[in-house]
């Protein structure tokens, strides 16, 4: 307080003050010489170091994999576990293109998307809500709590026999279990996410004389919205452990359905294609939601 | 804005014969007991005091979060019950909406009050331009320093033009340099809102720099120790601080919160003895080690 390179501090001077603080100011960046293509690809490499490095080293132990799998699978090494039936990587990918002109596994491919389409967004849609307003209202939350707990623990997988007792239809049960795999993992995250909301926030909008509704759409909705996508990426996770859990089971279609019959028919090399298939479909349903939180989500850059 | 830019002063707040006592397992907590103040129109008034004695408290009955035991809090001669966007706040954490740019957060208030989107998009510029934030007005808030933030939070609480500004130690978590620049910009949107202010800190020349009036607290429970009178002339300037008028206001307020803060410490340092506690608090206010 009593440093004297203070008291010049200009009074009045609005502007200035602007200056005097440390802290981002890309504003205040001055306007250079439009650099050369050279300086600004070393300037791309610098910041995106780390990246590229992460993707070189990605690439390089995919291949490694393939790579091992290839010559696992062409020794036919049996070394505890046994290779000799397991199909080599070239055998799969031949099964591959033969596939991808077979109408057939396309519909497995779609009707299994369609399933997760439908489960997923039955889940969200009654998941999130239900979990704003258990997260609101105290009582609510004291009558649906309990029951969700008791049935929480209970795999999806689980609920297969009922899901057949209770649904006219095995679409429908299938369907079912794709909604129960996500929906839970959706609404305790969501709850989760209600029950961090800062109370701070909550008076600010109070004094700024918000009431009840546009304090719920403007700071618990806001406020929970990381949660909730944390929520939906599990959920979607837990969607295909179900989906395909229930197509093996009970399915007349479906990727899962389609990788138990490739066993069941002896086609070792479908068997892998499904597992491949599997894989990449749920990689990108996760990559969806990541991406649509990052919209939702414009002041999370991080 | 022609309410914003009011002309006449408003905002007279009296808090009497107030108690409050929080309900805990131990039974009632009493925070505050047996306070009087009062603000007057367009008045700048501080409340200083050791640590705990209840300022927040007061503060928040103020602004209606809570609920006097006895006593009455009005503002303009209305019965306060609960917050209102007439008693805007400003609170020591920041508490922007992170989901929202600068500009939408200072929107806020106006929105909940139904005004049309280009229009109050108007009155946060203006209101950004007056706290030179004009530059940050699509950024988010995590981007911006703490004085920053606490600009944006100070703009915000004046856009829908409350009658007061309630403010809770909002400069505590900043660094001196900035809490200088940021009590001039306090000071220079009051002297233009013509609005009353109480205002909350443990910084004993902040409360002098900037108030009409202080309030000292005594420790918990907490009650209305001394009432001081600042007459210093305005414009305030840094340089005033060198005076021996604030030199004077600053030592009898400093001796009367030592007391206070002895008081409230006394149950924790009785081993170490009040001699060695004053020599090593010399020179410093204790406040500050607080
Ligand atoms: N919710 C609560 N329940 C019980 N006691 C509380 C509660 N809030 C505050 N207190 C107690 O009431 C007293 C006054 O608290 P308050 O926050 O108003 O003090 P303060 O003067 O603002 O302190 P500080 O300078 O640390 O901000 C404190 O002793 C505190 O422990
Ligand atoms: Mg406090």
Redesign the interface.
């Known amino acids: 307080m009593s440093s004297p390179a203070l008291v010049r501090h200009p009074e009045d001077s609005m502007p200035a003050t602007a200056i005097a603080e440390a802290g981002p100011a890309p504003a205040a960046t001055p306007p250079a010489a439009p650099p050369s293509f050279g300086t600004l690809a070393l300037r791309w490499y610098r910041l995106n170091r780390a990246g590229l490095r992460a993707i070189a080293i990605g690439v390089t132990s995919l291949i490694a994999f393939l790579l091992v799998w290839h010559l696992l699978t062409t020794y036919r090494v049996v070394f505890f576990v046994r290779f000799t039936n397991v199909p080599s990587p070239l055998a799969v990918y031949a099964s591959f293109s033969k596939a991808m002109h077979d109408p057939k596994f396309l519909m497995h491919i779609l009707l299994s998307c369609r399933r997760i389409f439908i489960g997923f967004s039955l889940a969200a849609i009654v998941g999130v809500p239900l979990g704003l307003i258990m997260g609101r209202f105290k009582l609510v939350h004291e009558i649906i709590f309990p029951v969700a707990e008791v049935l929480r623990p209970i795999p999806a997988i689980a609920w297969v026999p009922m899901a057949i007792m209770l649904w006219p239809t095995n679409e429908q049960s299938i369907v079912f279990i794709t909604f129960l795999g996500s929906f839970f993992p959706i609404l305790v995250n969501t709850l989760h996410g209600m029950s961090l909301v800062d109370p701070v926030l909550v008076r600010a909008a109070q004094c700024l004389g918000a009431r009840e509704r546009s304090i719920f759409r403007e700071v618990y909705f806001p406020a929970s919205l990381p949660h909730i996508f944390t929520g939906l990426t599990v959920g979607m996770g837990v969607a295909w452990v179900s989906l395909i859990a229930a197509e093996m089971i009970s399915g007349q279609y479906g990727i899962g359905y389609f990788t138990w019959e490739a066993y069941s028919l002896v086609q070792y090399a479908d068997i892998a294609l499904g597992m491949i298939a599997i894989g990449v479909l749920g990689l990108g349903s996760s990559l969806f939601i990541r991406g649509a939180g990052r919209l939702v989500m414009p002041w999370r850059t991080t | 804005m022609s309410e914003i830019l009011a002309s006449t002063p408003k905002g007279h707040i009296e808090v009497r014969n107030f108690s409050l006592a929080y309900e805990t397992i131990e039974g009632p907590v009493q925070a505050v007991t047996d306070t009087q103040i009062h603000v007057k129109p367009g008045e700048f008034v501080s409340i200083v005091g050791p640590s705990g004695c209840g300022k927040s408290t007061l503060l928040n009955a103020v ?1 209606g ?1 809570l609920k006097p035991t006895t006593g009455i809090v009005t503002v303009d001669g209305e019965r306060v019950n ?4 007439e ?3 400003v ?1 020591q ?1 920041y ?6 740019t600068v500009r939408e957060n200072v929107e ?2 106006l929105k ?2 139904g005004m049309p989107r280009s229009q109050r998009e108007r009155a946060a510029r203006t209101l950004l331009g ?4 004009e ?2 007005e699509k950024h ?1 808030p ?7 933030k606490q600009r944006v939070g100070i703009v ?2 004046l856009a ?1 033009g409350p009658k007061v500004l309630l403010l809770d130690e909002p400069f505590g978590a900043l660094d ?3 809490r ?2 940021m009590q ?2 306090l000071t ?1 949107m009051w002297q233009r809102l013509k609005i009353s202010v109480l205002f909350v800190t443990h910084d004993i ?1 902040e409360a002098i720099f900037l108030s009409d009036r202080v309030y000292c607290m005594t420790a918990r429970p907490g009650s209305i120790k001394a009432e001081i009178p600042i007459p210093l002339e305005r ?1 305030r ?3 005033m ?2 005076s021996s008028e604030f030199l004077a206001l600053r030592r009898g307020l400093m001796s009367l919160i030592r007391e206070e803060s002895l008081k409230a410490m006394g149950g924790e340092i009785n081993d170490m003895g009040m001699q060695g506690l004053s020599i090593e608090l010399h020179g410093h206010s204790l406040a500050d080690v607080i």
């Open positions: 602004a979060f609960g917050p209102s966007a008693r805007g706040m609170f954490q508490s922007l909406f992170p989901w929202k806020f208030g909940m009050r007056l706290a030179g934030l530059a940050f988010y995590e981007k911006l320093s703490g004085g920053m915000r609480a829908t001196a340099q900035t200088v620049i001039q910009i220079n020349d414009p300037q840094q340089s601080m060198m």
